[in-house]
């Protein structure tokens, strides 16, 4: 049987061109699509899709809440985030949410089904490098212009045990200087807010570092 999948993306274009690319693609059928994360939940409740590709970026509703939505009303949809960054962090929100895997929107269309036949074989796509609990909340504190004497007192932990921080996130974000993990850390705030990067105090976990 050919896998089902539904596309879920505000840009036309954009399910116009992934559903041509499927739609050539043997064994997998597009049974659906819609603009709105609103109408995700329904699109997939009607549809039966064996993976719903749903953009994480959504306007009106952010596609982390609408993946939660989806699962509640269609629990054996099997969600394959899209985005426009594949960096560690946005995989590991999307799999916190309940979603099988992420997509980066650059990816070459290869990729992208292999991910769907994975996923739909009831696979996770793996997160690489995914970011710690910690190290997000380092990562969101440098954005804001924080030191890493500000950072280390804000967390209750040693200047060196920040700086180590800060080397893991650069080696894993691809990252060569300061400003360059401000700008990325800014980045994931503005083009996708729904991605958590520092958590309420009361969520943290406890640990020293």
Do not use: F, W
């Not at 549809?47 to 009303?73: H, K, M, Q, S, Y």
């Not at 974000?173 to 360059?180: E, F, I, S, V």
Request: proline letters at 5%; charged letters at 30%; hydrophobic letters at 45%.
């Amino acid at each position: 049987m050919a896998i089902r999948v539904a596309i879920v993306d505000d840009h036309r274009l954009v399910r116009e061109g992934l559903a041509q690319v499927l739609g050539v693609e043997p064994g997998i059928e597009v049974v659906g699509e819609a603009g709105r994360g609103e109408d995700a939940a329904a699109l997939a409740a009607a549809c039966a899709p064996d993976v719903l590709l749903l953009d994480i970026a959504l306007p009106d509703v952010d596609g982390l809440t609408t993946a939660e939505r989806v699962l509640e009303e269609a629990p054996d949809t099997r969600i394959l985030m899209l985005s426009m960054h594949s960096e560690p962090e946005y995989a590991a929100a999307a799999r916190e949410r309940g979603a099988h895997g992420l997509v980066g929107k650059s990816a070459p269309p290869e990729t992208l089904i292999d991910a769907i036949r994975a996923v739909a074989a009831g696979e996770v796509v793996p997160v690489e490098g995914a970011l710690s609990h910690r190290e997000r909340e380092v990562l969101a504190l440098v954005a804001d212009g924080s030191t890493n004497d500000e950072i280390a007192d804000r967390l209750g932990i040693r200047v060196k045990t920040v700086e180590g921080h800060c080397e893991r996130l650069m080696a894993k974000l691809d990252l060569h200087t300061r400003a360059g993990l401000v700008a990325h850390g800014r980045r994931i705030r503005s083009a996708e807010p729904g991605i958590p990067l520092l958590a309420d105090d009361a969520e943290s976990d406890g640990r020293p570092d």
